[in-house]
């Protein structure tokens, strides 16, 4: 079992804001870390896979680094909506299988 | 194609009891994983299969769990003799593996209550 932690557990952010959380993982034999937004009752949603040291992501107001020597990436997101309110997953790839985090559940306040 | 669909969303069963839960993966993915999540944790494995085949069978999935893949389509979790801490999101994902960093496509998954 791969420890992949994801910092905070949860936030509040304010309509408008920009916030970032962290995912730490194993830096050996690193494969591919993958970052999912889930909202209630819905699916997880891929955001990005990434892949390269040093690699950055973006999808609209959400982008995503990488840093695979020290084991960790971090999500931002920009100018924070309500329908930003999630819990984001990172997961770490090993074997074609994930091992994830335990999420950071962001609440935005209109 | 809608993506991987689950069923039922929600069962609630009293102990002991047998369930079983289907998932219907992306038609071309070769691959389909089974995932368990519990309140204030991240999914963790259950299983996967390859087509037909189910490769890896992880040490939480105890002899009261099977799973299957007939053809290699549709999936099949079955979870014998219930127990109250059997209750947890059971989410399905498949993939087309041609690349470790090929996406997987997740279900919204089953949650199950024993009571």
New interface residues.
């Given amino acids: 079992i791969l420890n992949v932690e994801q910092s905070p557990q949860s936030l509040h952010v304010q309509e408008g804001d920009s916030t970032n959380f962290t995912c730490s993982f194993p830096s050996s034999n690193f494969y591919a870390l993958h970052w999912y937004r889930w909202e209630t009752a819905k699916s997880p949603e891929a955001l990005f896979v990434m892949t390269l040291n040093g690699d950055e992501k973006k999808k609209g107001r959400i982008s995503a680094t990488l840093n695979t020597k020290e084991g960790y990436s971090y999500l931002y997101i920009k100018g924070s909506q309500p329908e930003d309110s999630a819990t984001y997953l990172c997961a770490f790839t090993y074997d074609y299988k994930l091992s994830f985090g335990a999420g950071t559940t962001v609440t935005v306040r209109a | 194609d809608t ?2 669909s689950q069923d039922p969303r929600h069962k609630i069963t009293k102990r002991g009891q047998n369930v079983t839960f289907r998932c219907d993966p992306i038609s071309e993915h070769n ?1 389909l ?1 089974w ?1 368990r999540q519990t309140l ?6 259950l299983t ?1 299969f390859q087509n037909e085949a189910q490769l ?1 069978k992880s040490r939480l999935l105890s002899d009261r769990f099977s799973a299957e893949r007939p053809k290699g389509s549709f999936s099949t979790l079955e979870i014998q003799r219930t127990e109250q801490g059997d209750s947890a999101m059971y ?1 399905c994902a498949s993939s087309l ?1 041609t690349h ?10 089953t949650r199950l209550t024993v009571v």
């Avoid at chain 2, 204030?40 to 494995?45: A, D, M, R, V, Y």
């Avoid at chain 2, 470790?100 to 998954?109: D, K, L, M, Q, V």
């Fill in positions: 993506g991987v691959r994983y995932y204030g944790q991240g999914p963790e494995f996967y890896e989410l593996v470790y960093a090929y996406g997987y496509t997740f279900g919204s998954g």
